[in-house]
């Protein structure tokens, strides 16, 4: 597609056409690379009808009906593709995260939806690749929140007693250099949970760069483990952690600042948002990054239900 928006001014005036919108979606899913399969049962046969912009599987069973928001995070949704396309490309291209009532103003729909939105879409931002990373390796972990005395006293007692006396959340990850970061949020940071991660992570024999935190000593029989002391410096040589670092500050702007309260139930998608953010953010234009986020919104559901832990409620 050659005339493919470029700017947020470009993909608003792209997307109010309904056609638009719905080319795009097609020409960006995957697996119809090689044509339009339905979602259910995958077969090719299959019939558009054009004046109602759905497809029509001929194999009889269940959601033989299906329109392009089947199969993705938009599925059972109301709200239009131009709005879900507009919401995508904010969220995937502000550098700091786009909040719920932002999306709720620009787009003029209820700030719940919109919240239940740019949940959907981050779970379309989540990492897709697990495999093992070699290379130079950093690997650090930060806390996140605990302001308790900027909190409500019935928020403040649930989140102290939940997480300890901090009411901090803890966060790891590593970074491979000249590659990508990658998160989790852990419990505690004991040696079996920090360890089992860079396992998980890292391919044998690489070379993982810690600070001199106790759980991360044993690291050495299955990588080149160097620690930096941060009692005494913070680089020496090729060892340090200021590519988590950096990371971690940008994160933790982007809570400070757009999102003005995270309960730690949700925090792991917001690092996952702020993580596509910064593994794209190299040789890539605006338009790239919202067809790579547009690409993997298929496959992934996420009901209110599971945003919420509230079942029986839907937000739209
Ligand atoms: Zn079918």
């Not at 792209?14 to 719905?22: A, H, I, M, R, T």
Request: charged share 25%.
């Amino acid at each position: 597609m050659n005339n493919e928006p470029k700017t947020l001014q470009q993909a608003i005036q792209y997307f109010s056409d309904s056609d638009n919108c719905l080319n795009y979606l097609v020409a960006h899913r995957p697996e119809w690379k090689d044509g339009v399969v339905c979602p259910t049962c995958g077969s090719k046969d299959i019939s558009f009808l054009a004046s109602r912009r759905l497809w029509q599987c001929k194999t009889r069973h269940p959601k033989a009906q299906f329109s392009v928001k089947v199969g993705t995070i938009m599925e059972d949704s109301a709200l239009g593709l131009d709005k879900w396309l507009v919401a995508i490309w904010m969220q995937t291209n502000c550098k700091n995260g786009v909040s719920s009532w932002e999306i709720h103003r620009s787009l003029g729909i209820t700030q719940k939806c919109a919240w239940h939105m740019l949940h959907r879409i981050r779970l379309a931002l989540q990492d897709p690749k697990a495999t093992k990373v070699g290379g130079q390796i950093e690997v650090d972990e930060t806390f996140i929140g605990g302001k308790a005395r900027n909190m409500h006293v019935s928020k403040r007692r649930k989140r102290i007693t939940g997480r300890g006396a901090s009411g901090k959340t803890v966060v790891l990850g590593m970074l491979q250099r000249g590659g990508k970061v990658r998160t989790a949020v852990i419990d505690e940071r004991d040696k079996d949970t920090l360890q089992g991660f860079v396992r998980e992570n890292v391919r044998r024999g690489s070379k993982v760069y810690t600070d001199e935190l106790l759980s991360y000593y044993g690291l050495d029989s299955d990588f080149a483990h160097r620690i930096i002391n941060h009692a005494e410096e913070y680089v020496r040589g090729q060892v340090h952690t200021n590519g988590m670092e950096n990371f971690w500050s940008l994160l933790k702007r982007g809570l400070g600042g757009t999102y003005v309260s995270v309960e730690p139930f949700h925090l792991f998608r917001y690092i996952d948002e702020q993580a596509f953010r910064y593994n794209n953010r190299k040789e890539m234009s605006d338009s790239d990054r919202f067809s790579l986020a547009v690409s993997q919104i298929a496959g992934k559901r996420l009901t209110y239900a599971e945003v919420t832990g509230k079942v029986g409620e839907t937000a739209f």
